[in-house]
């Protein structure tokens, strides 16, 4: 069984920036990252890193966030910088394991970006 519990939330003005974490407890995986539902919106793949490094980025995010991991500390990161409105959401942690390829979530934390 994975847990998952994500960090870093909150209410930040447009421009700003925010570090989101997630910590992972359980088995080994194959990868993480960072999906988000903003008001009336699906849920949407913000960005994804694999356990060799290989990353993946929405097209709305390339070049103001940053995915990262610490396998050491089984956490993955998520730097938002040049936050825009249209970035508030709740930001999910999401985890697939690396044998049988289950997918975990975690509660979500709150970004809210103000103009």
């Known amino acids: 069984q994975v847990r998952l519990v994500e960090s870093g939330g909150g209410l930040v003005q447009a421009g700003g920036s925010l570090r989101l974490s997630c910590a992972a407890s359980?088995?080994?995986?194959?990868?993480m990252g960072w999906y988000r539902q903003g008001p009336g919106k699906q849920r949407e793949l913000v960005a994804t890193?694999?356990?060799?490094?290989?990353?993946n980025y929405a097209d709305s995010v390339k070049g103001r966030f940053t995915i990262s991991s610490d396998n050491a500390k089984n956490t993955v990161y998520l730097q938002m910088n040049s936050l825009k409105p249209e970035d508030t959401a709740v930001y999910y942690c999401?985890?697939?394991?690396?044998?049988?390829?289950?997918?975990?979530w975690g509660q979500g934390t709150l970004v809210t970006v103000s103009s």
């Open positions: 890193i694999t356990r060799g490094g290989s990353t």
């Open positions: 999401n985890a697939e394991g690396l044998v049988l390829r289950r997918i975990y």
């Open positions: 359980g088995s080994v995986l194959n990868a």
